[in-house]
């Protein structure tokens, strides 16, 4: 029985943030669903209920998310416990208004959320307002701030440099250098260094800018743009790391339920 079983949760966007609010959320005894694209663009896939989408089922650090064809059967299987994914690049409609919709899409702007889409909307980190398109914004970037709940005005804005790991930022992120088709020779989990290639854009080859474990890759088959996010290496070289929800993700999510239950609060 879940403790919150009558307050549906929407989160839109499965990458790694959004996977540690579905697992904070459903945890807590909230039933979450989640939208996706029919091409997620999650990098770290291997902890993103995002996979669901290309691999019908996934289980992310003991939670199971599911392919869900239909809004239908999205809201039943989110009501045994287990988290729906479902293609929906917009809110879909509902027989009632759910009780909260999160933006998880970290899109650094607000591209479609409304302060009505539900009895409680959040936005993760930059682009939200809380009081205008939100009633929560949660912060995340890395740091003393990290996941704390903003009733009233912005999270810290997007400064465009990855947060420090293990002493790197920019280099820790690969990125396309052209278009086109996008195809790995490397995998997530595996050690590389500096200067491996690590797949190709139609032939180009992309080569990691340091040493370290490959933590995340877009998935293959993509045509993808020059700049595109393509990969993210872990310079601290920990293996487990790719394979666990990350303590940032988690921290998001932490607030994610903060904000919730605060809500629930003032209602009771």
């Given at each position: 029985?879940?403790?919150f079983?009558?307050?549906?949760?929407?989160?839109?966007?499965?990458?790694d943030?959004?996977t540690g609010?579905?697992?904070?959320?459903?945890?807590a005894?909230?039933?979450?669903?989640?939208?996706?694209?029919?091409?997620?663009?999650?990098?770290?896939?291997?902890?993103?209920?995002?996979?669901?989408?290309i691999?019908?089922?996934?289980?992310?650090d003991?939670?199971?998310?599911?392919?869900?064809?239909?809004?239908?059967?999205?809201?039943?299987?989110?009501?045994?416990?287990a988290?729906p994914?479902?293609?929906?690049?917009?809110l879909?409609?509902?027989?009632?208004?759910?009780?909260?919709?999160?933006?998880a899409?970290l899109?650094?702007?607000?591209?479609?959320?409304?302060?009505?889409?539900?009895?409680?909307?959040?936005g993760?980190g930059?682009?939200?307002?809380?009081?205008?398109?939100?009633?929560?914004?949660?912060?995340?970037?890395?740091?003393?701030?990290?996941?704390?709940?903003?009733?009233?005005?912005?999270?810290?804005?997007?400064?465009?440099?990855?947060?420090?790991?293990?002493?790197?930022?920019?280099?820790?992120?690969?990125?396309?250098?052209?278009?086109?088709?996008l195809?790995w020779?490397?995998s997530?989990?595996?050690l590389?260094?500096?200067?491996?290639?690590?797949?190709?854009?139609?032939?180009?080859?992309?080569?990691?800018?340091?040493g370290?474990?490959?933590?995340?890759?877009?998935?293959?088959?993509?045509?993808?743009e020059?700049?595109?996010?393509?990969?993210d290496?872990?310079?601290?070289?920990?293996?487990?790391?790719?394979?666990?929800?990350?303590?940032?993700?988690?921290?998001?999510?932490g607030?994610v339920?903060?904000?919730?239950?605060?809500?629930?609060?003032?209602?009771?």
């Amino acid at each position: 029985m879940m403790l919150f079983g009558e307050h549906l949760v929407v989160v839109r966007g499965g990458g790694d943030l959004a996977t540690g609010t579905v697992y904070r959320l459903q945890r807590a005894g909230f039933p979450t669903l989640v939208l996706e694209l029919a091409r997620p663009l999650a990098i770290r896939r291997t902890v993103s209920v995002a996979s669901a989408v290309i691999e019908d089922h996934v289980v992310v650090d003991g939670l199971d998310a599911t392919r869900a064809d239909t809004i239908e059967e999205a809201v039943e299987v989110a009501g045994t416990g287990a988290i729906p994914v479902l293609v929906s690049p917009t809110l879909p409609r509902l027989t009632s208004v759910p009780s909260v919709v999160v933006d998880a899409r970290l899109a650094k702007r607000n591209i479609d959320t409304t302060i009505d889409d539900a009895s409680f909307v959040v936005g993760l980190g930059p682009g939200f307002t809380a009081g205008n398109d939100c009633h929560a914004v949660i912060e995340t970037m890395r740091g003393h701030d990290l996941g704390r709940v903003i009733w009233e005005g912005q999270a810290a804005p997007n400064t465009g440099v990855p947060g420090l790991v293990g002493g790197r930022t920019s280099e820790r992120v690969v990125r396309a250098e052209k278009s086109g088709m996008l195809s790995w020779n490397a995998s997530i989990g595996d050690l590389v260094v500096e200067g491996d290639v690590l797949g190709n854009i139609s032939g180009t080859p992309i080569r990691s800018r340091l040493g370290g474990v490959v933590r995340g890759l877009l998935a293959p088959g993509y045509e993808v743009e020059e700049n595109w996010k393509l990969a993210d290496i872990d310079p601290r070289a920990d293996t487990t790391a790719c394979f666990e929800i990350s303590d940032k993700s988690l921290a998001v999510g932490g607030g994610v339920v903060e904000a919730v239950l605060t809500w629930l609060n003032s209602r009771s």
